[in-house]
């Protein structure tokens, strides 16, 4: 799994492999005298921020022209201070720190920010997140400490956005040896294994306490575990069962973090299965959204019914359901949809079998979970679901034609996401609206949230567009996840905040330059 699609999978397993159920006889092993070593469960697929490296902050490498503090509000990085905007929102000012300097040493002015956001905008770049930034027409640098960004209509998540990291004017969009200005310098990086950290001496607030990071890469949540148990990491992301073996354990932290990270079914809409929407909405009334919270997440999560977390003041709480399901009524909508009991259990209608394939990630042992819960549950209504697990590179060709355990979600401004997944312009562009989902209204209104400056009319547009494809059956959304951090040592500095689905150096790890070894 790569972290530039669908970061990081915070999962939980069924068991361990035998290697990694038994904590050592001893007590965890020391961590690293040299590096403080980063257990993360996907590999970065570009280090360039233009071509979608954490583009929501936190990659320590880089920073931004604004920067998220944990409770989401945002603090001048790159920029002294916050920006001013015009009467009509379509003009947006920064002023820059002075004194600020790349780590190769050149002062970052205004002309290196002008090229960052530029460079996303240009076309022949195919920059990833280049949609996330079609409100700016363009970026001027009238000084080296000006920047101002045209638009060409409100938009109010922009100073969200500015969050992205700017590179050095003229850098090459490979990222192959990256240059910022953020807390940490890179120094190396071995494909399919690690990327290699030293602190910035010269960093606007002082050096981290931590010198040396290694960001080891084990995509298999078992692995994981077992080099945590090991003594190989320092810091690790876990499924929720797994890191229960940690709890309790001398100089050992488990830290369970709210998100608004969810993970459901993406359905392929001209499936001649998936694509009748009253199989869809059986399927998510029949599954049993608690006990996958209670069983597959230990209780380290709450039940999903959209792509909004009911935490974050957006949500429509009218997108709601039984969160044990409601199997009934789930076989009522099929027989009434013409999906009548066959010989074999399985419902057929018009000769076609209820049944399709559901996808996952095969070292993601929480959506393999999550999956044989809802081919279970499906089952019991007469619908076949089959399961397989795949890496990435064999899912994404078959998206079109198979259904995806999917995860994604974030908690500052609903623009986030929800537009790549839900408008039309973006249907089957690879993980973005995978289903091809289309429907004008909830292109307007995705268009009207994006593009208005009242936060009523935006309010309005986005708990309708909630409603819509809740009641389009889109997806199934399942469960929402706690993102749960192993640490070794005890540390000041850590600070827990909601998170995004793509949190590996954006969740707990993003202050890490703040960490201090407990006296």
């Not at 500015?162 to 310098?185: C, F, K, M, N, Q």
Request: charged share 25%; with cysteine; net charge negative.
């Amino acid at each position: 799994m790569r972290l530039a699609r669908c970061l990081a999978a915070l999962a939980a397993t069924s068991g361990l492999l035998t290697a990694a159920c038994s904590a050592p006889s001893n007590g965890p092993a020391a961590p690293s005298a040299d590096a403080f070593v980063i257990g993360l469960g996907s590999e970065f697929d570009t280090l360039s921020p233009v071509m979608g490296y954490a583009p929501d902050g936190g990659s320590l490498i880089y920073e931004g022209l604004m920067s998220r503090e944990a409770d989401l509000s945002l603090t001048p990085a790159v920029a002294a201070a916050p920006p001013t905007v015009s009467d009509d929102g379509e003009t947006v000012t920064f002023t820059l720190r002075e004194g600020l300097k790349f780590h190769d040493g050149t002062p970052l002015t205004s002309a290196d920010v002008e090229y960052t956001y530029e460079a996303v905008l240009d076309g022949a770049n195919a920059s990833p997140i280049r949609g996330d930034f079609a409100a700016i027409e363009r970026v001027d640098a009238p000084d080296p400490s000006t920047v101002v960004f045209r638009l060409r209509h409100p938009y109010a998540p922009l100073v969200q956005r500015t969050t992205l990291g700017i590179v050095p004017e003229g850098a090459p969009l490979t990222g192959d040896r990256p240059v910022g200005s953020g807390p940490y310098r890179f120094v190396s990086r071995t494909p399919g294994d690690k990327i290699v950290l030293e602190a910035n001496r010269d960093y606007r607030s002082g050096p981290p306490a931590l010198d040396r990071l290694v960001l080891a890469f084990a995509e298999d949540d078992n692995v994981r575990a077992t080099r945590m148990s090991a003594g190989e990491f320092d810091a690790t992301i876990l499924p929720p069962r797994a890191a229960a073996r940690f709890e309790g354990q001398r100089g050992l932290t488990v830290h369970k973090v709210p998100s608004a990270d969810y993970r459901g079914i993406m359905f392929p809409l001209d499936h001649p299965v998936t694509g009748d929407r009253a199989v869809r909405r059986a399927l998510g009334l029949a599954v049993d959204r608690q006990a996958m919270v209670d069983t597959i997440l230990a209780g380290a999560g709450t039940p999903a019914f959209g792509p909004v977390s009911p935490d974050t003041s957006w949500h429509n709480p009218e997108v709601t359901g039984a969160p044990a399901g409601d199997p009934e009524a789930a076989r009522r909508l099929l027989q009434d949809g013409g999906w009548l009991p066959g010989g074999d259990g399985v419902r057929v209608k018009d000769g076609v079998r209820a049944a399709f394939t559901l996808m996952y990630p095969a070292g993601d042992s929480l959506r393999k979970e999550l999956a044989l819960a809802v081919a279970s549950d499906a089952k019991a209504v007469g619908l076949d679901v089959r399961l397989a697990g795949l890496d990435w590179d064999a899912i994404e060709p078959r998206m079109r034609e198979d259904a995806l355990i999917m995860g994604y979600g974030s908690p500052y401004d609903p623009d986030y996401v929800n537009y790549e997944l839900f408008h039309s312009s973006y249907a089957r562009q690879g993980f973005f609206n995978p289903g091809g989902y289309e429907s004008r209204e909830v292109d307007e209104l995705l268009e009207t949230g994006r593009r208005s400056g009242d936060p009523a009319e935006r309010r309005r547009a986005y708990l309708r567009f909630q409603k819509i494809v809740h009641d389009d059956a889109v997806w199934t959304h399942l469960v929402f996840l706690k993102h749960v951090y192993v640490i070794r040592g005890d540390h000041q500095g850590v600070r827990p905040g909601v998170e995004a689905h793509e949190h590996a150096l954006g969740g707990l790890f993003r202050d890490i330059h703040t960490w201090r070894p407990a006296a």
